[in-house]
Every structure is written in structure tokens, then in C-alpha cells.
Nanobody
Framework: VQLQAFGGGLVQAGGSLRLSCAAS????????MGWFRQAPGKEREFVAA????????YYVDSVKGRFTISRDGAKKMVYLQMMSLKPEDTAVYYC??????????????????????WGQGTQVTVSS
């Protein structure tokens, strides 16, 4: 199983980025997907999650209305569209996969420990 996140970079405050995560070696439709981030000197935190069906999504309060998570089953991709970026969004962003087949197609989790596979991370830096 491999999750490869990419799309990070340096952007000015107020700008946008779209992160992508390519999944391979797994039955993508059996996994809910999530994005997490870790800022320097801080613990990794949940950002967004999407269910297997794509109909269930959830966001941490700090990104609601600015970030959008989506998935493409045919391409085995998950995306995080980030808009109105702030300096406090600066972090390494990780995608993760949670095997949730049997938990309902709209199931997702915020719990880091429930995710089974993790990508390598992509750096997002927002300058003020």
C-alpha cells in the first residue's frame, strides 16, 4: 500500500492550493480517507475526512468554509482544496486511509489511531 501526497508549496496568505493524494495497492472503495497536518513544534492534528461514498465529510473548525475534501474512485485519488490560506495553515500535510468496509459507506473518523496507512507528507507554507 502506498499513499503519495503532493501539491504543497509556498503561497501568500489569502491564496489557494490543492493537495492531492494518490493511493495504490489497496481497494480504494473500502477506505475512508483523511487529511492531517503537523506544524513545527506541534502534534499532528486532524484536518478533514471523507467517507467511502464521498457523501460524508467532516472538517476541523479552523478550516471549515475554506477547505474542501473530495475523492475520485476511478483515479484512486483524494484531494484537499485549500482556499483563503492563513499563515497558521503552515504545516506538513499527510493523507491517510482507514479501512472502513463494513462500517457503512458514509462512515469516517477523526481519530488518528484508526487510520491504517499514511502518506509521506507534503509541505505547505503560507507567508504573511
Amino acid at each position: 500500500v502506498q499513499l503519495q501526497a503532493f501539491g504543497g508549496g509556498l503561497v501568500q496568505a489569502g491564496g489557494s492550493l490543492r493537495l492531492s493524494c494518490a493511493a495504490s495497492g489497496l481497494t480504494f472503495s473500502s477506505y475512508a480517507m483523511g487529511w492531517f497536518r503537523q506544524a513545527p513544534g506541534k502534534e499532528r492534528e486532524f484536518v478533514a475526512a471523507i467517507s467511502r461514498s464521498g457523501r460524508g465529510t467532516y472538517y476541523v473548525d479552523s478550516v471549515k468554509g475554506r477547505f474542501t475534501i473530495s475523492r475520485d474512485g476511478a483515479k484512486k485519488m483524494v484531494y484537499l482544496q485549500m482556499m483563503s490560506l492563513k499563515p497558521e495553515d503552515t504545516a506538513v500535510y499527510y493523507c491517510a486511509a482507514d479501512f472502513s468496509y463494513g462500517s457503512g459507506s458514509n462512515y469516517y473518523t477523526l481519530r488518528e489511531r484508526e487510520y491504517d496507512y499514511w502518506g509521506q507528507g507534503t509541505q505547505v507554507t503560507v507567508s504573511s
